[in-house]
């Protein structure tokens, strides 16, 4: 398999979805709320060019597991 770009980008976002679905598997638990807690990152760049304008806004909710998901992802890509 080609390794390119957009294959690692594939590996991020589901690195990043599946450790956020663990998070939210284990939020019950009350033990492991050190890996759960998460912090948002808001982005939002926007313009008025007058005759073009754009808002954009990106939230990352992160947490220790999300970070381990991404981890193990670029791992695995690395591995391929």
Same mark, same amino acid.
Request: net charge positive.
């Given at each position: 398999m080609k390794?390119?770009? $957009?294959?690692?980008?594939?590996?991020?976002?589901?690195?990043?979805?599946?450790?956020?679905?663990?998070?939210? $598997?284990?939020k019950q638990v009350p033990g492991l709320?050190?890996?759960t807690d998460t912090t948002t990152v808001n982005w939002s760049p926007a313009a008025d060019l007058y005759v073009v304008s754009y808002d954009l806004?990106?939230?990352?909710?992160?947490?220790i597991l999300s970070i381990l998901g991404l981890v193990a992802a670029i791992w695995?890509?690395?591995?391929m």
């Open positions: 390794k390119n770009g $957009w294959m690692l980008l594939l590996f991020i976002v589901l690195g990043l979805l599946t450790g956020a679905l663990v998070q939210r $598997w284990l709320s050190f890996l806004t990106i939230r990352l909710e992160l947490s695995l890509y690395r591995k």
